[in-house]
């Protein structure tokens, strides 16, 4: 199977909560992302978790992780128009801090309003 | 704001012709990463520079792809010849290169499209 992996597809509607779900292969990665990325733009980086904890929290951003299962997800409260967009999980890969990213394919979130 | 540079946004090339791809880190970054992100897939790593050295290239197709980054600043990623299956999004990220928490900041890509 993949190293990252992510459902392709997610549909939600305007105020409801969106949950995007990670899992991957590789439990020794030090920190792992969530990355968004608008159509035809770069990779913005949304929020991190520090693999020592279990969840955190970011204004309407909540990152649980699951070390046991190697499962990660990013929920969105209030899901507005604006949050359309693919949103990629990645883990640091070899090389400690300083390594590269290994990214999921991405979820693309689209928002009804 | 600082914010890492690539030129240009889009590059449209016809097969066998030679294309290269520019990135302006932020100031003071020491790590410099090219990814290459398929339509529908996540940025895959080409390479990736510390300073002005190859930390990893394992993933560059060396007989077509060249990088460099010959002062530790900007860096060049070229293709010679360019293939139909190179058609993909390239961008580049600078990391500070330092310290146990080394976040990424990712360049807008040049959106290349071989014909």
């Known amino acids: 199977g993949e190293d990252v992996e992510q459902s392709l597809f997610l549909s939600v509607r305007e105020g409801d909560s969106s949950v995007i779900n990670c899992t991957y292969t590789?439990?020794?990665?030090?920190?792992l992302y969530w990355y968004k990325q608008e159509p035809g733009a770069g990779l913005q980086l949304l929020t991190y978790?520090?693999?020592?904890?279990d969840m955190k929290q970011d204004q309407r951003l909540t990152v649980l992780l699951n070390k046991k299962d190697k499962h990660l997800s990013l929920r969105i409260a209030d899901t507005q128009t604006g949050d359309s967009a693919i949103y990629f999980c990645?883990?640091?890969?070899?090389?400690?801090?300083?390594?590269?990213?290994?990214f999921g394919k991405g979820t693309k979130l689209s928002v009804k309003p | 704001e600082a914010e890492v540079a690539q030129s240009p946004r889009y590059k449209i090339t016809e097969k066998s012709q030679a294309v290269a791809f520019w990135c302006d880190p932020i100031?003071?970054?020491?790590?410099l990463y090219w990814y290459r992100q398929i339509l529908g897939q996540g940025p895959e790593l080409l390479v990736q520079?510390?300073?002005?050295?190859?930390?990893?290239d394992s993933q560059l197709p060396k007989d077509r792809f060249s990088a460099e980054r010959l002062k530790g600043v900007d860096s060049t990623l070229k293709i010679q010849p360019a293939e139909l299956g190179d058609s993909a999004m390239y961008l580049c990220?600078?990391?500070?290169?330092?310290?146990?928490?080394?976040?990424?900041?990712f360049g807008p890509g040049t959106r290349l499209t071989v014909l």
């Open positions: 990645a883990r640091q890969g070899y090389g400690g801090s300083q390594g590269n990213l290994i």
């Open positions: 590789d439990s020794s990665s030090t920190y």
């Open positions: 978790i520090f693999s020592n904890m």
């Open positions: 100031s003071g970054h020491a790590t």
């Open positions: 520079f510390q300073d002005e050295s190859v930390v990893d």
């Open positions: 990220a600078s990391a500070p290169g330092r310290g146990e928490y080394n976040e990424q900041f």
